[in-house]
Structures are given as structure tokens and as C-alpha cells.
């Protein structure tokens, strides 16, 4: 953890964690199966099941959720939020799980590191590329008369502050 | 009926739905042909007032004595045309309908000249039961202004004190030594978690306070005889028995719990409970240090020897889950259920309440129930859990029970006593399940609570104040009348065999100091079972005798 | 009609078709479109799943910017959409996140009040521009070529932050894509996801998925799928050959076009100039149909 | 004897306390606000478990009111003002005019054969038309045309009058005016009912897009033999037979999201009954039943249930669906489901899905409640005095509640509650000495 982080962010980003575990409300969930009924990864992934993943969390069961590498294969449809009857969400339950598993330094994709990495090295998860043509040939945004692309002014400064946060949330 | 039989014949456009298809006009010319047909006429509307003050105006200036209708249907119009004949002087029971729209114009719509002949078909088959027609009487009975509710729980409570607000005297009839019913062993009641003494007390207090309510205690109902608004009803106390006179009578003894002995470790396990045992306990603050609960639900319920659902045990179970959590919200709280019965607005809110305390909801499936056993230090709960797809390991400090509501024991000799019948599982039968939910098919006998099937304490209230209104209405009027159509036993043919009486829906028929058939014309319905099935033919109906339908039979099938 | 042009990661990557044809199509409606400097990623997916915090850090900051020119934004990506109307949101609902925010944002020179309105470009299109004004400048109907809209899933939910359009049956590209000329029919599987966020944790079961769609969107005709939302067209255009192995159906083909591409043939530029060229499904066959080159 | 009763609604709960009462011998004004008596359960196919046909166990009980002496019907009315107390409130009856001289039609039906104008038949829940000018039913009481004014050509554009020339009973009346009727009654009964939630809001279920996506109650109309196809199964967007139905339960019901939380009590129970209906027609027909849990605590309703299963084949599964699609090109729909038992996520072909819609309280109850000067619930529907001890009481002495007004429930207990509220009126009756 970076010496200059303000400990007040720390503890604030982790109550928000924490919150956001309470306002879940797994504990109301019916059961109903219109989350996974919906649900495109359900439908292909066996193992991945939104409406099973918040029993779990009703049931207390969040170590064994944590480390699950199901969390990790939501395609973010919103399906599940857009209909759940209870406006429960199992979307942003994720969202929460893999936060709460990133903070405790559980399996995550590698890709999340080459997206951070980028983030904190450009401003983006990824530079301009050179692009095949479909008749052959590459094209680069300025063969094509596209402006150049520019990030933040001020790298260094940017770079701290989002390190700091990341880092806050991996915290303790 | 001596004289001649005189036929007036009233054939009904009915707009154009009859006219636009049966020739009308030939039907009227057709029926004056008919033997003892005195006079006929086409109605552009029979039913309009005009209509009927053309019937009474036949009546009186071609002296009929009988009447045919040919029209619509009997159901909505035969008691208007009946109202005509005796408005003109002549018993309702010489009117005869012939159905020649709903049963003839509208089903040959297509088939004009057939439609016309139908309908001359059907007005001949009318005209000759017509001719064999005879007045009828319906006699009237006095009915006893005082009712019997046999059970002192909160079901007969309601209903004495409703009948007494009514202005009946009440006979209450309570095995136990003292009020209250299953309400004394219960704590709180759902869903407003009022204390079941609560509800108790101003209907104890109504009932013993009202000097028109005989509560009588230890005992028990030992005969009733006689039918709606005689009946004589006999009542056993340890000082002896007493006869009582009553009009009425309303079942509301109860139902039992099931004792779920060597269910899911009862009685075998330490620490295995049920939900009225874990409600005593709540009620007399004997609990002890729980910190853990698992509730299983349907424990005997639901399955092939008790098939049925016993509706409250979810609700409950709801309660007093969220009651264990009121008390301590780090009690860890499971119910295992197979599908959750909370319905309607107040009992799905026990439900979320329930689950925003934290109570852990587990579905079981029929097929794989919990299993409890004993453990090191108190039970252990295995169970699949469907859902998840798993099997869950529980150590509770104490497994709770959800059994059923059972049949009291006594329901198979009140049955026999009053002759009312009792569904598959035992509880009281009503005489119909949809329109008819507080009545038994034979008359004058009502039924409420949960002797007719588990309910809650507010579905039984409403029901008992229901079974009062039924029981209240022949009370109220004092005299009844009854039907005259019934059937008549003819003692000469009768062999006293008794299948007339085992057939009989509402118990009309007895047997005679002779042995043979009699019938009780005030509680008979006319059904004509009885006729059917006597194997001497001794039995004919009023106003359906067998001659009557010969001559219409035969009508049918060949011109006059 | 005046907006700040907010590209995202993937447009400025690699997606010049989306880029080169909005600013093509767009100025010819009357839309003004602005350039952001000094602006980031938006931090979905990529932060939102680690750090709930840095992620709408990152979507506050590029919205401070769009504040500070005194613009509403337009995002090009349906993922960036998202991301700022969750952050709004957000930092609506949580005075205490929106302080840290802001406490950071100082220390960039730059400062978040949520001043800045975010809107999509099919609301830009539908809502702002109307289909009236886009048909009246329609100069070459795209007759007899059968569309299938795709608009999808973060611009159509969640339907409770900020409604682009019906979450269940949405219609507005379709009204888009018919204004030009074009047929469209509703299709159950328009509401659906492309699959590609799974591409990070499950690459083969992304390609299944994407191709159901592919596959259905052939069955029932059409000579084409539409879409704004480059992470579907990188999924459907750019790996529709992989899709094809991954699901072994070698008679797959579906043309895929950005809307403004083929807002852009109508309006009568050329296929260059909307980087057509860079499309790597089978498009030419509708293009040279719309543009009456058929050789 | 005595002042009267008044008793609000006229459904099989209104009924059949109008009957206790009015058999007692106290006076009864039933007060109805559409054409006929009937209710929703005169609209009903069958009832369960012993499938009789509903109307057919009903309209005995409609005539018997509308013959019984101590029963006065008014239609097409409503209560707009009540003061006084129990024993003795005075109340104003407003009655929409019919356009048709009660005393003299007879009910022949030439007026709506030869009517012009064809409106949607919301009584057959618009699967198909009426005429403007109409008798809502044939077993309708009392058996009385009505002109709907609203699509009548003569009260819109003054013309046609057709009805007037070819009824020969001379009964249409155009210069009927709408009456203010004052009562005076002992006490009042509230049987209101209720209506079906609207499930066009739950856009995944397509309801409202597709035409083969129907409510239980237009399926009850579509499976009636006095219905728009004469009870055979023809779904309404082309009339092919559907074989392969599915029921969702919990549709507007059990939901914090959209429509409303609470379970309806009835429909796992009508579900069954319907697919024991298309099983009855074509036994070879494939019929699921999705749902939450199955509510089964009443009498019966479990045996029901099983046979359902092991005698008729109906499938339950557990799983509330997703989403409902339509083929563009067959037409056919697409259940998308999970079953929760097993955590299958899979998809079934049907030719007709019916949404089992969840009951709600009816938005006039707000205006009557207002009249009468009661408490309506979160949800609308009218409160008793106490859920567990005066279930049937309001907070004003002399006004009663029964049936579905507040809140859903069943037949037999409607029923049994309306007798129970006649109970009460008849105390009420005997306490203020009449």
C-alpha cells in the first residue's frame, strides 16, 4: 500500500464493500429461476447459475463463492438485473463478489492485469492498432485520417490516484 | 282431478328467435288437433306482461284447466308462467313447459321445416303429460328457534354467539371441561402475533355471560333424530343424558395435531420437537439457550397415507421463525419445506418478514426428505438440498416439527350419528365444495372450522359466522315451506329391502314400524333416486309419476 | 445538436469503421461533435469487477471533463454508456463516494458536479436528430435489403437508470434502419447478448453464443445485422470466422454493419469514407446491392 | 320487517349473501355495476375438482335473485353517497341509464343481430365483437339489452336507430336519463371483487405482442363452450390447435419489481384446472405448468394436484421463465426456463402460453371506500377490522366485507364469507330493533 494513501479512503471503500454485501438482500430471493432461466452463460456454462449463486449467499456460503472461478463468467448481459422480481440483481451481486475476491487476492482471469496495466501505463486497457482491410493491407487511424488519440494530461499524476484506489480496495 | 282435462296451448314467437325458424302458426294449428286441447294461440312474447295477461284472459274464458307453454327453458321461465295459472285461480302443477328454442330453433337454425316438425313433437310429448297432470300441495313445518353447535372451540363459540345475536337460543356442546378449543395449547396467532388467550377471552366471556347459550360441558352428543327444524337432539354429561328440541345444527368440532411419532427422528432423537410443543415452550419462556433451529414442514403431510396439505404449518412455521429471531438475530434458523404455503396479502408478509430476519429457507424434495439423527451433542439434520444441489449437514440445537392438522377422532361417530358424510381423509364433507361450503346435503345440518379441513383462526371465524347465517335462515322464518315435488312409497308394492334408503342423498327415508319404506316428504328434494333404483317399482315421484312420463315417452315416438 | 465525442478504448483501438463513419454521418444531420482531451477509459469491464471505486473514478473524471466543456457527453460504446449512467447513479445516490471522487479529481485540476447528461447514439439519432430528419436527407433508399437490428444489451438495460429504449422490445434502430429504406423485423433474439464479455474467462463458450445468434438472424432471412455497439461488432464481424469453426457451420455469413455505416450509404458517401473496407464479414454483396453495383 | 340491506357487487359473493338475507326475510338491494349479475365466476369455463360448468352452478343462483321478493337488482349502477350509521344509513344509488325499457324487453337478442356497430366483447375478454347495442351474456340477469352509448351510432353521430325500428316490444328508450335512487338500510355489504392484473408491463412475457400469449381469464373464455371459438383451442393469431401449452404462474404476483408481492392464493389451483381442461379435449396434448411452489393448502387441492399428474400427464416444473419468444416465421413461441430442481436451463416449443395473472383490487374500490368512509390497504383492497378476530368486520359498525375485495381468495370462501356478512347484517338488523 502506498505511504500517502488518506486512511479515511481506505475504511470508506471497504465499509462501501461491505454495504454492498448487505444491500444484496439475497435473503429475499424466491428461488424462481427467472435470473438463470435467461441467462446466456447459464445456458452454455454448467456450473454457472445466478440463481444458485445467491442461495449461496442467503446460506452465508461466501468463502466457497470467493474462490468459485464462476464468478468471473458473467457476460454482463443485465438480463438478470433488467427481471428479477425481488430486485435483487445477481449482475451486481457479482460485481461485489469479484471485487471481494480481488480484494482478498483470490484466482481472477489474467486478462484483468493486462486491463489495469493499461489503464495505469496509457489512461487505456489498450493502444490504436493497425487494422487489416478486408481486401488486404493495414490501416492505422491516421492513414484513415482519424485524430490522434490522447489520454490524460498528466500521467503521473492519474497513475497515482488510480493506483492508490485500486490498491485501497485491495487493502487490509 | 276429476273433471275433463281442458289443454290451452301457447306457442311463442320469441321474436325471431323461434319464428325466424319454426313456423309458429302451423305449430298453434298443429297443437288444436291434440287430444284435449281446448284452445290455442301464438305469442309474439309469452314472458312479456302482455304475454301472461293473454294466459290468465285463456284461462278464464275457455275454462282451461291445463296449460302448455311452448317457449324457452323451464330454468329462467317456467315459475313466471306457473305465477299466471295460479293467478288465475289454478295450481302451479298443472303447467307444462315444452323447451322448443334452446332445445329446437336454435339448433336446426338450418333446417327450417325439421325445426317446425321438432317442434310439434315437442308440444305433443307436453300435451300428453299435460292431460295426466294433478294439483300438488307443498306443505309447511315449523322449524325450532333453537340452535345446536356441537364443539366450544373458536369455530362454535362464533356461531352460538351468532346465532344468539340472532335471537335463537343455542344448545353448546364442549367434551372438554372447559371452552376454548385447540386455541388453549396455542401461543400467538399469525399474522398479527396476537396472543390466542386474547381471542379467546371475549368469546368465553360472550358465551358464558349470554343467557341464551346453554354451554354444556364434558359432553358429548349422543343421538339426533328428526329433520330440519325438529330435530331431538340427546346429550350425555357424567350426570346423565337429556333430550333437547332443535331447529338446527352446526358441527364445529375441531381437528387434532398429528402426533408425528417416529417421523424425522420424533420421539426418537433428543431434541426433535413439534410446532405446538416449541409454541408451549415460547409461551411459558422454557426455551432455554437455542441457537440454533431447523423446522421441517409437511412432517406427515403431503404424502401417500395423508395426502393433503394442511395449510397453516407454513405460516406458522413463518411466525415463530421470525419470533426465535425477534427474541436473538443470531439465532441461526432453517426451514425446510417442499413448497411454501404462504398465500394471500397478510401471510406472504409473514413470509418476507420471515426472510428479512434472516431465516434460511431450504426446499426439500418429496422424494429425498431430511433425514435426523442423533449426533454427539444434540441432533443432526441431513438434507438434499433441490435447489442447490447439494446436500446441506445442519447441527441444530433443536429440530421442530411442522405436523399436520388430523381429523378428530370423533368425526366417524358424529357422521354416523347425524347422517352427514366425511371426505377421504376424515374431515366433515360439505354439500357442494364450491357453492355450498358450509352446508351438508341434508338439511338443516351446517359445518365449520376445521372439522371441515385445516384453516387458520380468521377462515374459520368468517366460516362459522357463515354456517350461522345458513342455520339462522330457516330459524328466522319460523315455518317452512316444502317441496312438493317427492316421492310417495306405495306400501302395498314396497318389500322393505332398504336400497331406497341406502340411495337417499338426504336421508328422507326411514323404515316404518313395519319395515317399510317411509318418506320424510319435508326433507325430501324430489331427486328420484329412490324411484329409480326400487327394484319393486313401489316408489313413484309426484308430478314425475310414471304414467306422466310413459305418455310422454310414447308421445315421442309416435303421432296422437 | 452539439455533443462531446467520447470514443472509448476499442473504438480508438482498433474500431475506425465506427469512429470514421460516425464523424462521416453525423455533421451531415447537424450534429456537432466535439473531441475530448485529457480523457481515459471508463474503467468497465476492467475496473468495475476489481475496484467498484476506480471504476466510477475513472467514468466521474470523464464526465468532469464533458462538464467542463460544457457539453453532454455521447459515448460511442455501449460498455462507456453504462458505465456513466451507473456512475450518475452512483455518485447521486452516495454523497461520501462523490466527495472522494471529487477530493481526487481536484488533484487533476478537474471536478465533478453531474451537470453533464450522457446520451446514446440512438437516442442522438431517434430522439434528437428523428427519423424525419434523417429520411428527408436519405439520398439513396436502401431498397430490398432485410436488416436485423441489434442494439445491444447496455443500451437497452437496465431500463431503471436511464432508458435508451424498452428493455424487452425495443424499436428504435428498427424505426433507424427502416427510415433509411431498409426492411426490419422483430426477432427474439435481438434483446440477446453477443457474448463477448466471456471472452476473458471462457473464449470458446463466447464464440458459441455469439454464433447461436449469427445463426438464428440467417435462418430468418436477413441480408444483414446492424448494431452500435462495437464490442458486438468486433464479436459478430471481426470473429465471425472463428465463430463459424467454434460452431462448425461453414455455411454461416452475415454481413455486419455499424448503423452509421449504412446511415452513411444512404446518405450518399462512399463505402471508404465509412471504413467499409475494414468490415471482415461478407458485406460487399449488400453494399454493392444498396449502391446498385451489382457486377 | 325491517329496513333493508344493502349489498355492493353483484358476484357470487354479493349473491349469495343477497340470497341469505333476502331468504331470512329481510329486504335486499343488490347494487351491480355492469348490465348483468354474474361476476367473473359467470365468465369462468369450469371450477374445480368436480368440473362443473360454472355458469351452470351459477345462474340458478342469479335467477333465484332475480325472481325472490325481497330482492331488488340494480344494474349499471353504483353508490356514490352514504351517511347515518349502522341500523340506519342513508344511501344514494346512482344508475346509469340502459337506453332499454326494462319492463318491456324481453330479452329476444333482434336488436344486437341487427345492430351496425361491432365493438370488442369485453365480457368474452375481446377475443371477439359484440354489437353496440347488447346483451352481455346469454344467461345474463336480468336478461336486458343495453346500448353502450360510447359506440352507439345514434348517441355519437345521431343516426341508425336500427334497434328502435326492428324491436317489436318497443322497448328502446334513447331518452333514458341516469337516476339518483336514495336508500335506507340497516347495514352493507362490500362484495366488489376483483379484477386481473394487466401483465403488458412484463415486457419478456410478450403479452400484448403476441397474440398467442393469453391470460388465464381469456383462456377460460377460449376453452368455454359458450365461447368466441366454441371451446375448441384455437389459438387466436391462426387459429391452429394448440396442443402444446404452457401456464406461468406468478405472473404480476410474488414480485417486489413489478405488479405485486403477494401470492393470489388461487392460481396454481386454476392453472391445474385449465390444464386438466385442454387434457380433457385432447388427452394427447402436452401441458406445463411452471411454477414457484405450488400452492396446494386447500381441501382437495392436493389429490387434485396428483391426479393432475398421474391420471391427465401434466407436467409442473419449477421454474419461473425468463422470457417468452416468438418465432418470426412459425409463429410458434419459446418458453426459455430454468428447472430449479434439477438446475436445467433449457427451452420449450409451445403453440399457446397462458399467463396465470395474479388477482388485483379494482380501482373503483378507492371511490367507494372514500364513500363509505373506509381504509383501503396498501394494494387497494378493502381492510377488515382484525385479520385474525374480525375478519369480516370493517372499522365502521354496519359495513361488511366478503370476497375477493379484500384480497384473493377462492370460491368457497368468498361463499362461505357472504353468508358470514349476511350473519352480521342480520345481527345488525335484530340490534336496531328491526
Known amino acids: 500500500m502506498s505511504s500517502d494513501v488518506d486512511q479515511r479512503e481506505v475504511e470508506f471503500i471497504s465499509l462501501m464493500l461491505q454495504k454492498s454485501v448487505g444491500e444484496m438482500h439475497a435473503e429475499v430471493c424466491d428461488q424462481c429461476g427467472k435470473c438463470s432461466s435467461a441467462c446466456p452463460v447459464s445456458k452454455e456454462i454448467e456450473g454457472f447459475n445466478p440463481r444458485q449463486l445467491i442461495a449461496r449467499v442467503a446460506l452465508g456460503k461466501m468463502d466457497e463463492l470467493l474462490a468459485d472461478e464462476a464468478i468471473w463468467t458473467c457476460t454482463t448481459c443485465l438480463k438478470c438485473r433488467e427481471r428479477c422480481p425481488e430486485e435483487i440483481s445477481p449482475y451486481d451481486v457479482i460485481l461485489v463478489l469479484r471485487n471481494l475476491a480481488y480484494r482478498a487476492g483470490l484466482n481472477y482471469p489474467g486478462g484483468y492485469d493486462d486491463f489495469i496495466n493499461g489503464i495505469l501505463e496509457r489512461g487505456f486497457i489498450s493502444e490504436p492498432q493497425e487494422v487489416r482491410a478486408r481486401g488486404g493491407g493495414k490501416l492505422s487511424r491516421g492513414a484513415l485520417g482519424l485524430p490522434g488519440v490522447k489520454g490524460p494530461k498528466d500521467m503521473g499524476v492519474f497513475r497515482g490516484i488510480v493506483e492508490k484506489i485500486i490498491e485501497a480496495g485491495k487493502g487490509n | ?506 336421508n328422507a327415508i326411514t323404515k316404518n314400524e313395519r319395515g317399510l319404506a317411509q318418506v320424510t316428504a319435508a326433507v325430501c328434494k324430489g331427486c328420484g333416486v329412490c324411484g329409480a333404483s326400487c327394484p319393486e317399482r313401489a316408489i313413484t315421484m309426484r308430478h314425475f309419476t310414471d304414467e306422466e312420463l310413459e305418455a310422454q315417452g310414447l308421445a315421442a315416438i309416435k303421432e296422437a | 445538436m452539439k455533443y462531446a465525442l467520447y470514443l472509448g478504448c476499442t473504438v480508438q483501438s482498433d474500431q475506425y469503421g465506427f469512429e470514421a463513419s460516425v464523424r462521416e454521418t453525423l455533421p451531415k444531420l447537424g450534429v456537432e461533435l466535439v473531441d475530448m482531451d485529457d480523457v481515459s477509459c471508463c474503467g468497465f469491464p476492467a475496473l468495475s469487477s476489481v475496484s467498484v471505486t476506480g471504476w466510477h473514478y475513472l467514468s466521474a473524471r470523464n464526465l468532469a471533463i464533458a462538464e467542463k466543456m460544457g457539453l453532454d457527453v455521447l459515448p460511442l460504446c455501449n460498455g462507456c454508456h453504462l458505465s456513466f449512467i451507473e456512475t450518475i447513479h452512483a455518485l447521486e445516490a452516495d454523497p461520501g463516494l462523490k466527495e472522494i471522487v471529487n477530493r481526487n479529481l481536484e488533484k487533476e485540476g478537474l471536478h465533478y458536479e453531474g451537470t453533464a447528461k450522457v446520451v446514446h447514439l440512438i437516442e442522438v439519432l431517434h430522439d434528437v436528430v428523428g427519423v424525419e430528419g434523417i429520411s428527408e436527407k436519405v439520398k439513396t433508399r436502401l431498397e430490398g435489403v432485410k436488416l436485423a437490428a441489434h442494439p445491444g444489451c447496455h443500451a437497452i438495460r437496465p431500463s431503471d437508470l436511464q432508458k435508451v429504449d424498452d428493455a424487452e422490445n425495443p424499436q428504435k434502430l428498427d424505426t433507424l434502419i427502416k427510415a433509411l429504406g431498409a426492411e426490419t423485423f422483430d426477432y427474439p433474439e435481438k434483446i440477446d447478448c453477443c457474448g463477448s464479455q466471456l471472452a476473458v474467462s471462457s473464449g470458446r463458450s463466447t464464440l458459441k453464443i455469439a454464433g447461436e445468434k449469427l445463426q438464428a438472424v440467417q435462418s430468418y432471412g436477413f441480408d444483414g445485422l446492424v448494431t452500435t455497439c462495437p464490442f458486438c461488432f468486433k464479436m459478430y464481424d471481426g470473429r465471425q470466422r472463428a465463430i463459424k469453426g467454434a460452431i462448425g457451420d461453414r455455411s454461416l455469413e452475415v454481413p455486419v454493419f455499424y448503423y452509421t455505416q449504412i446511415l452513411g450509404l444512404a446518405l450518399g458517401s462512399s463505402p471508404e469514407k465509412l471504413g467499409l473496407q475494414m468490415n471482415q464479414s461478407p458485406v460487399d454483396g449488400v453494399v454493392n446491392k444498396i449502391l446498385g453495383d451489382d457486377e | 320487517m325491517g329496513k333493508p340491506v344493502l349489498v355492493i357487487g353483484g358476484g357470487v359473493a354479493g349473491i349469495q349473501a343477497a340470497l341469505d338475507l333476502a331468504d331470512r326475510g329481510l329486504k335486499v338491494h343488490l347494487v351491480e355495476k355492469s348490465p348483468s349479475i354474474g361476476g367473473v365466476m359467470a365468465q369462468l369455463d369450469k371450477t374445480f375438482p368436480t368440473m362443473d360448468c360454472s355458469i351452470c352452478i351459477l345462474a340458478p343462483k342469479m335467477i333465484e335473485c332475480f325472481r325472490h321478493p325481497n330482492i331488488t337488482i340494480h344494474t349499471l349502477s353504483k353508490v356514490t353517497g352514504v351517511s347515518g350509521g349502522p341500523g340506519d344509513f342513508k344511501v344514494k344509488v346512482l344508475k346509469e341509464p340502459r337506453s332499454v325499457d326494462a319492463s318491456k324487453c324481453t330479452g329476444c337478442g333482434v336488436c344486437s343481430e341487427k345492430c351496425p356497430t361491432k365493438v370488442k366483447d369485453e365480457w368474452q375478454e375481446g377475443l371477439t365483437e359484440r354489437k353496440a347495442i347488447h346483451i352481455m351474456f346469454p344467461q345474463a340477469v336480468p336478461l336486458i339489452a343495453c346500448i353502450d352509448r360510447d359506440n352507439c351510432l345514434y348517441f355519437q353521430k345521431g343516426i341508425c336507430q336500427v334497434c328502435s325500428k326492428v324491436c317489436q316490444a318497443g322497448a328502446i328508450d334513447y331518452e333514458q336519463k341516469a337516476e339518483e335512487i336514495d336508500l335506507d338500510v340497516s347495514s352493507i355489504i362490500v362484495a366488489t371483487g376483483f379484477q386481473e392484473y394487466d401483465p403488458s408491463e412484463l415486457g419478456e412475457y410478450g403479452y400484448s405482442r403476441f397474440e398467442d400469449v393469453i391470460t388465464a381469464k381469456e383462456f377460460e373464455r377460449l376453452v368455454c363452450a359458450s365461447g368466441p371459438t366454441g371451446g375448441h383451442l384455437n389459438r387466436p393469431s391462426d387459429g391452429k390447435l394448440a396442443h402444446r401449452v404452457a401456464f406461468v404462474q406468478c405472473v404480476g404476483s410474488r414480485s417486489h419489481q413489478k405488479g405485486y408481492p403477494f401470492c393470489s392464493s388461487v392460481c396454481c389451483m386454476y392453472a391445474t384446472k385449465e390444464a386438466v381442461l385442454i387434457k380433457e379435449h385432447e388427452p394427447a396434448s402436452d401441458v406445463t405448468i411452471f411454477y414457484m411452489d405450488l400452492k396446494v393448502f386447500g381441501q382437495g387441492f392436493q389429490e387434485f394436484v396428483d391426479r393432475a399428474q398421474s391420471h391427465w400427464g401434466v407436467k409442473y416444473i419449477r421454474g419461473r421463465p425468463g422470457e417468452i419468444r416468438r418465432n418470426p416465421v412459425t409463429k410458434d413461441l419459446t418458453v426459455w426456463y430454468e428447472n430449479t430442481d434439477t438446475g436445467e436451463v433449457a427451452e420449450k416449443e409451445v403453440d399457446l402460453v397462458v399467463l396465470c395473472t395474479t388477482m388485483i383490487s379494482r380501482p373503483e374500490n378507492k371511490e367507494l371506500a372514500d364513500v363509505l368512509g373506509l381504509e383501503l390497504d396498501e394494494w387497494g383492497f378493502f381492510e377488515p377490522l382484525d385479520p385474525v378476530m374480525n375478519p369480516i368486520e370493517t372499522d365502521k359498525p354496519g359495513i361488511f366485507i366478503c370476497g375477493c375485495c379484500h384480497g384473493p381468495r377462492d370460491i368457497p370462501e368468498s361463499v362461505a364469507e357472504a353468508s358470514g356478512t349476511a350473519a352480521c347484517a342480520a345481527e345488525t338488523a335484530r340490534r336496531y330493533g328491526q
Not at chain 2, 26 to 33: A, D, G, L, P
Not at chain 2, 106 to 121: G, L, N
Not at chain 2, 333 to 360: F, H, P, S
Not at chain 2, 478 to 506: N, P, Q
Request: with cysteine.
Open chain 2, 1 to 506: 282431478m276429476s273433471e275433463e282435462p281442458r289443454i290451452g296451448v301457447f306457442v311463442c314467437h320469441c321474436g325471431i328467435n323461434i319464428g325466424g325458424y319454426v313456423d309458429v302458426p302451423e305449430v298453434v294449428k298443429y297443437s288444436m288437433t291434440l287430444p284435449d286441447v281446448v284452445y290455442a294461440e301464438p305469442n309474439l312474447y309469452t314472458c312479456s306482461s302482455d304475454g301472461l295477461q293473454k294466459i290468465k284472459e285463456a284461462i278464464e274464458n275457455h275454462r282451461l284447466n291445463r296449460v302448455v307453454v311452448a317457449s324457452c327453458t323451464p330454468r329462467t321461465h317456467e315459475p313466471l308462467f306457473q305465477g299466471a295459472c295460479e293467478e288465475a285461480g289454478l295450481n302451479k302443477y298443472i303447467f307444462e313447459m315444452a323447451n322448443i328454442r334452446d332445445q329446437c330453433s336454435w339448433v336446426h337454425m338450418h333446417e327450417p321445416e325439421k325445426a317446425t316438425q321438432k317442434a310439434k313433437d315437442l308440444v305433443r310429448m307436453a300435451v300428453a303429460k299435460a292431460r295426466l297432470l294433478t294439483p300438488e300441495e307443498e306443505p309447511e313445518i315449523d322449524i325450532h328457534p333453537t340452535g345446536l353447535v356441537i364443539g366450544g372451540g373458536v369455530s362454535g363459540m362464533t356461531a352460538a354467539l351468532s346465532l344468539m345475536n340472532q335471537g335463537f337460543k343455542v344448545h353448546l356442546v364442549e367434551k372438554e371441561d372447559k371452552l376454548g378449543g385447540a386455541l388453549n395449547e396455542l401461543g400467538t396467532l399469525f399474522p398479527t402475533n396476537v396472543k390466542a388467550s386474547e381471542v379467546l377471552k371475549p368469546l368465553i366471556n360472550g358465551v358464558e355471560e349470554s343467557p341464551d347459550i346453554v354451554v354444556h360441558l364434558n359432553s358429548t352428543v349422543k343421538e339426533v333424530k328428526g329433520f330440519i327444524g325438529n330435530f331431538e337432539a340427546e346429550i350425555e354429561s357424567k350426570e346423565g343424558s337429556e333430550l333437547f328440541e332443535v331447529g338446527t345444527v352446526i358441527v364445529a368440532t375441531g381437528a387434532d395435531y398429528l402426533d408425528p411419532v417416529g417421523l424425522f427422528g420424533y420421539s426418537e432423537v433428543q431434541g426433535v420437537v413439534t410446532q405446538l410443543e416449541l409454541e408451549q415452550k415460547m409461551k411459558e419462556g422454557s426455551l432455554g439457550d437455542v441457537k440454533s433451529v431447523v423446522m421441517v414442514q409437511c412432517a406427515g403431510s403431503r404424502i401417500e397415507e395423508r395426502p393433503y396439505c394442511s395449510r397453516i404449518c407454513c405460516t406458522e412455521a413463518m411466525k415463530n421463525a421470525s419470533l426465535l429471531k425477534e427474541e436473538d438475530s443470531d439465532r441461526d434458523i432453517y426451514v425446510l419445506y417442499r413448497d411454501l404455503q404462504t398465500y394471500g396479502i397478510e401471510y406472504t408478509e409473514m413470509e418476507w418478514d420471515a426472510k428479512r430476519k434472516g431465516v434460511k429457507l431450504v426446499k426439500y424434495d418429496k422424494a429425498r426428505p431430511p433425514v435426523v439423527t442423533e449426533g454427539e451433542r444434540g441432533p443432526v439434520v441431513k438434507v438434499w438440498a433441490s435447489l442447490l444441489n447439494e446436500e446441506l449437514t445442519i447441527k441444530p440445537d433443536l429440530v421442530v416439527l411442522s405436523a399436520p392438522l388430523v381429523p378428530n377422532p370423533d368425526n366417524k361417530t358424529l357422521s354416523q350419528l347425524l347422517k352427514v358424510p366425511l371426505n377421504r381423509d376424515g374431515f366433515f364433507m360439505e354439500a357442494h365444495v364450491k357453492l355450498r361450503p358450509v352446508d351438508f346435503a341434508t338439511d338443516g345440518i351446517f359445518v365449520c372450522g376445521t372439522a371441515h379441513s385445516p384453516k387458520e383462526v380468521a377462515e374459520s371465524i368468517s366460516q362459522a359466522k357463515g354456517a350461522a347465517s345458513r342455520a339462522g335462515i330457516p330459524m328466522a322464518k319460523g315455518r317452512l315451506k316444502t317441496a312438493a315435488i317427492t316421492s310417495v312409497v306405495d306400501e302395498d308394492k314396497c318389500c322393505g329391502c332398504g336400497t331406497c334408503i341406502e340411495m337417499c342423498a338426504y
